[in-house]
Structure formats: structure tokens, C-alpha cells
């Protein structure tokens, strides 16, 4: 009574399988095709290279390059982007000194929320050096209010948090294009966006920060271009995700160097003590 039991059992399971896959079959061959226009990833465009001094096994900072960052974003960025987990006195990795550092923080047009010692009230007051650079907005509906309803991101990581990193950064800084004729209908921008092919879904809240040359003057007279603009800002913000990466980059090295002089000293020794024996 088992057997037969058993037997209906495995031919139930296997009609079960024969009637999935001919359902299967019978819907992937009657459902219309799309057609790949119709999605944003048709229309994405892979980042370009941004050709930055960080890149590569021999990655390093230029620190002019990450000054002039600093300054596209304090006279751009800042005004919708916050710097969250980096300090003023941090800047003094990138070449200020301490009393540049001191009046970038006391000039800072965005204050710092604090507390009134005498009456224990809520209270502002300028920045100092070991202040975190402050948000620009109070809350998230503050920031949605005067967004378009998307809330500008942290830049602290961002280069860590977008997959293709400095090369994204600086692409979409870039990527700012008219909207093409042979668009569908439904992936164009809505009211308050731009198109942007490096975003993911095209159509991007943020308008287009970099408008033209001479945006922002450099102290060393480099002529601000958008697109150095966008890269000088893009190498700042390598820096302020990753600040400790030179050193990252010399300790590896060092590291590889340890480990090749080891693996010679041991092979070196393994003939050394099997040389005699080899024979037996």
C-alpha cells in the first residue's frame, strides 16, 4: 500500500513540474516583448574616467587640486549639501593652516547649533575649528520643502556610496543634457527635474550646480571650467571619504614588499634543507 502511495505521490510532483514549465514557456512566448527604449537603462551611459591623482595602485592627493574642491563646494555645494562627519580642523590635512582653518569656520555663512550657557535656551553661533561642517537645513522637512520633495544627500561618503565612485561623481557633475527628441513620453523629467543620463532613473532633483566658467575663482588662477570644476570637487570629495588613503596605499606597499621578501626567503630555505634529501 506504501509503494503505490509513494508512486502517485512522485507522478503528482512531477505533473506539477510539467505544468509550471509549460505555463512558463506558454507566457514568455504570448507576453509582448518590450521594447528596450522604454527603460532608463537603454538611455544610461556608463561613467567616464575622471583621471583623478587618487586613482590607481600609486593613488595620491594633489592638494591644490583638493583646495580648489573645497572651494567649488563651499561656494556651491554647501548651500544644499552637508559635510556631516568631516571637521573644519580636518582641513588642515589638505594644506591650510591652523589659523586659515580658524577663519574658514568663524566666516562659514551656515551657523552652528548650540546652546545659550546663561539661560540654557537654544541658541546659534559661528562655527569653530573642531565643529563638524553643519547642515544646511534643520530637518528633513526643511530639506524637502526647499528641494522639490528629495532631500539633497550627505557628501561626507559619497564617493563611497555610489557604485563607480569618483568616476560617477564626476559624470553626473557633467552629464547634464538636453533632453533627447526620441525620448518616450514617460522617462521624461517632470516638473523641477533635469535629465541627467548617469542617473539612475534619468531624471534628477538636483538642477544643474556648474553653469559656466568662472564660477568659482581659484587662488592659483586655474581657469574654472565646469569640467574642472567638477573634477576639483570630485578629488575633494575622494578626500572626505576616504582621508587616510595615501597612507592605505603606502602600508599596502609596504605589506607586498614583506610578503615577496618572505615568499623568497622561504623558498630559499626550502632548498636549502631538502637539497641533501632530494635523491632518497
Not at 567616464?48 to 563646494?73: K, T
Amino acid at each position: 500500500m506504501v509503494r503505490p502511495l509513494g508512486i502517485l505521490v512522485g507522478l503528482g510532483f512531477c505533473m506539477a513540474l510539467v505544468f509550471a514549465l509549460v505555463t512558463t514557456v506558454w507566457t514568455m512566448a504570448t507576453t509582448p516583448t518590450e521594447d528596450p527604449k522604454n527603460t532608463p537603462y537603454f538611455w544610461q551611459q556608463e561613467p567616464r574616467p575622471a583621471n583623478l591623482p587618487s586613482s590607481g595602485p600609486f593613488a595620491q592627493f594633489d592638494r591644490v587640486q583638493l583646495q580648489r574642491g573645497f572651494r567649488v563646494y563651499k561656494e556651491v555645494c554647501a548651500a544644499c549639501h552637508g559635510l556631516n562627519l568631516v571637521s573644519f580642523r580636518n582641513l588642515e590635512a589638505i594644506g591650510y593652516s591652523e589659523d586659515q582653518v580658524k577663519t574658514i569656520a568663524a566666516e562659514w555663512p551656515i551657523q552652528t547649533p548650540s546652546v545659550d550657557p546663561n539661560t540654557g535656551e537654544a541658541a546659534m553661533r559661528a562655527p569653530i575649528p573642531t565643529d563638524r561642517f553643519p547642515s544646511p537645513y534643520p530637518n528633513e522637512i526643511a530639506a524637502r520643502a526647499a528641494n522639490n520633495n528629495a532631500i539633497p544627500p550627505d557628501l561626507s561618503l559619497i564617493v563611497k556610496a555610489r557604485a563607480g565612485h569618483q568616476d560617477y561623481i564626476y559624470s553626473l557633475l557633467t552629464g547634464y543634457r538636453d533632453v533627447p527628441a526620441e525620448l518616450p513620453e514617460a522617462l521624461r523629467p517632470g516638473v523641477g527635474l533635469s535629465y541627467n543620463p548617469y542617473f539612475a532613473s534619468l531624471n534628477i532633483a538636483m538642477a544643474n550646480p556648474l553653469t559656466g566658467e568662472g564660477q568659482v575663482t581659484y587662488d592659483d588662477g586655474t581657469r574654472a571650467t565646469p569640467d574642472q570644476m567638477a573634477r576639483d570637487v570630485t578629488a575633494f570629495l575622494v578626500w572626505t571619504s576616504e582621508p587616510k588613503l595615501e597612507n592605505r596605499i603606502k602600508t599596502g606597499w609596504a605589506v607586498l614588499g614583506f610578503l615577496l621578501i618572505f615568499t623568497i626567503l622561504a623558498y630559499m630555505s626550502y632548498r636549502s634543507i631538502w637539497a641533501e634529501k632530494k635523491g632518497r
